[in-house]
């Protein structure tokens, strides 16, 4: 593998001599052990860039020119990394799609920034249960384990930066990463503080505990499409209006119980604090999902916040994916007619859900061969259901695998392949059913629904 490497990065140096001007600036290439797709495609935040097909020796490369530094996403379907690329760069990329992030490895020029990021990643999801455990404390106590993991991120960094030549821009993408990340702890733990300690009311807090607000850019261009700055705005927002709502709405230090209520001072203060143009509208997006997502009703109400969302976003395909998603919702309504969706049975014919459900009581649950945990839990779980409701008829919609993938799945696990079906198109299958969970289900008996909100862990 090192032999290769090497060979590619001369390779790729070789091609150049001679033909000044013409040569890639940017060469961005790798090889992917068990690959789930034909294709890598790169994008810049939610733009598409170029796409390189994988040889059959599953090696892929980019040769691109005139790119301007920054973040980049490569999408190997269904999984997807983040990518920071800079004129000159020639960097290799080694993973198995088996343990995708902690198999990820960069190497050449421009592979300390992005072994960085991929490294801050996995600690921040290794020490996840660690700072489950620390909302139990005080805010003081909190802050402390808080800050000092924080700052064995920072040197972490601050070695990075003395032992390479890392951009301006590049050192506060780094910085970023840790930041926002820590930040998010901070945002939720009033909540999880309460929950964890059975608390009836938000524990009181010095304003020092949200210090780090002073320093924090509510419009980051650079940012926007980077995941911890984005979710840090989402819990951000979330906690600001929690206590929004506490200061001019409660009477009894309760808030406002009703998720229109809430979402409304949402969008009120993105509204009133973000400019920037496409922050501003993925958050009214992201907003808009989950108000429609945690309702899903179909009432008027419904129809009140639809509007403001659509007054305020500017992106006309926001405005489009936010109306599929409500008239979807809308079809799944109690006692309407199962969604016209079509699904692949083992023998590669097409069945529709109205006559898999015929004449029966059917619970309709989603997995992915790529989440193999989840795929392993929920095959235990329903085989449990199965014996205590023997009445029920249990189907496996299955999603972004390839088809001849699938079909060994099913033998591997022996599943029974008269309720196993697999779904070609996510989006079609997501939109449709409104897959917003791993353990969502779908209840129906004969073609109509029964619930359509189910869950396999909580309806039964
Ligand atoms: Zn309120």
New binding site residues.
């Given amino acids: 593998m090192v032999r290769f490497l090497l060979s590619l990065t001369i390779l790729a140096v070789l091609g150049c001599v001679g033909k000044q001007g013409e040569c890639p600036s940017v060469y961005f290439g790798g090889e992917i052990a068990n690959p789930t797709s034909d294709y890598v495609v790169l994008y810049r935040n939610d733009a598409y860039i170029d796409s390189a097909k994988l040889d059959d020796t599953n090696r892929f490369a980019f040769r691109l020119q005139g790119l301007d530094e920054g973040l980049y996403h490569f999408d190997h379907s269904p999984e997807l990394q983040y990518v920071y690329l800079q004129e000159g760069d020639s960097l290799l990329i080694r993973l198995n799609t088996v343990e995708f992030d902690e198999s990820l490895v960069y190497s050449g020029q421009g592979s300390a920034i992005n072994n960085f990021l991929v490294e801050m990643f996995l600690a921040f999801e290794e020490e996840e249960p660690l700072i489950y455990e620390y909302y139990a404390l005080d805010p003081e106590a909190f802050g402390k384990k808080i800050d000092s993991l924080r700052s064995i991120k920072i040197n972490h960094l601050e070695e990075l930066v003395a032992d390479n030549q890392l951009s301006e821009k590049m050192q506060s993408m780094a910085k970023a990463s840790i930041d926002y990340n820590t930040y998010i702890y901070k945002e939720k733990y009033p909540f999880y503080h309460k929950k964890k300690t059975g608390e009836e009311t938000i524990h009181e807090l010095a304003d020092s505990f949200y210090d780090y607000r002073k320093t924090i850019d509510l419009n980051n261009r650079d940012l926007t499409y980077f995941r911890p700055y984005f979710d840090f705005m989402k819990y951000h927002f979330g906690n600001l209006?929690y206590m929004?709502?506490?200061e001019?709405?409660?009477t009894e230090k309760k808030?406002?119980s009703s998720h229109l209520?809430?979402n409304?001072?949402k969008l009120y203060l993105v509204d009133s604090l973000v400019v920037e143009k496409d922050l501003r509208d993925i958050l009214f997006r992201n907003i808009a999902m989950d108000y429609l997502l945690k309702e899903h009703e179909a009432n008027e109400e419904c129809q009140i916040f639809i509007d403001k969302f659509r007054s305020l976003s500017t992106n006309e395909s926001h405005k489009e994916e936010i109306n599929m998603l409500y008239s979807g919702i809308q079809g799944l309504q109690p006692n309407r007619e199962l969604p016209n969706l079509v699904l692949k049975n083992v023998d590669d014919e097409e069945v529709s859900l109205r006559e898999i459900s015929k004449g029966k009581t059917t619970v309709f649950y989603f997995w992915a061969g790529s989440q193999k945990k989840h795929f392993e839990n929920v095959t235990a779980h329903v085989e449990k259901l199965k014996k205590e409701y023997p009445n029920h008829t249990f189907v496996g919609i299955n999603l972004r695998t390839s088809f001849p993938q699938w079909k060994l799945l099913l033998d591997e696990y022996r599943l029974d392949k008269k309720t196993q079906f697999h779904g070609e198109d996510f989006k079609e299958v997501q939109m449709s059913m409104i897959v917003d969970g791993l353990n969502k289900c779908v209840i129906a008996k004969d073609t109509l629904i029964v619930d359509a909100f189910a869950n396999l862990y909580y309806s039964f």
Avoid: Q
């Fill in positions: 209006s929004d709502c506490m001019h709405c409660s808030p406002v209520h809430f409304k001072h």
